[in-house]
């Protein structure tokens, strides 16, 4: 990937194997922006799928609807080269409100939709609200010293590797403060039409953590499965915030455990299997 294009504007990132018959897995990240994060599960998913990782410019400010319009962009362009893919949309954390905001907007692109510990839950800690604008008075330094803080918040520390564990806090060092600020502000005014959701009929899987340090998962996904007229939920016993990072947590397995793979996946990795 050219980190060029990542510093411009919003892309995907592309995994080293490239399959253009598979269909299509879109994945938006968390507060991070970098997608980078998916990398320990990006091996399983490429058994069915053709996987991209949206990655946003650290320096990038713009509005939930123009990040929307960009996922959508980039979206149409990979369907233009094969128009008859599934896509499959999966959002993580501040990904997880994007994931919202881009499926009201086409919802007839998405075969199925994932949420996995959706940042919509932010409002539902009230002090969070009132807290988050007070961080504009803190000097840049003391977003690095509170990187390591926050490590204990975002993952189930004896769930990651070592390796895993230092990436996630050199990815979190290297947002700049007016970024994070300017995410957090987008999370405070997040809102969402529930009659439009509510329209949304394809198959959801709404995942949440228990040992969510950072957001109320649990009480968000039992909000929104009331809300999905086709939704069901998987509970995570052990693991926190980020989980994708944890070596027990296989999205791919899940997927298959709780059926909602369509036929075309199933034979896209029965055929990887044969070969």
Known sequence: MNLTKVNLKPCFLTTKKIQPDYPLFIYLPGMDGTGQLLRSQTAGLEAGFDVRCLAIPRQDLTSWDELSRNVLDLIYTE?????????????????????????????????????????????????????SPLMNLLPPWIYDVAAVGLLPFLVALTQISNSDREELLKTIRSIPSETILWRLSLLREFDIDEAKLRRLRQPILLMGSIEDRLLPSIPEIERLSQIFPNSQTVILPQSGHACLLEQNINLFQILQAEDFLEPDVKESQLFANKN
């Open 79 to 131: 369907l233009g080269k094969n128009s008859q893919r599934s896509v499959y949309l999966c959002g993580e954390s501040f990904g997880g409100c994007l994931a919202q905001k881009v499926a009201i907007q086409a919802p007839e692109i998405f075969k199925r939709i994932i949420l996995i510990n959706p940042a919509s839950s932010f409002r539902l800690r009230s002090w969070y609200t009132w807290a």
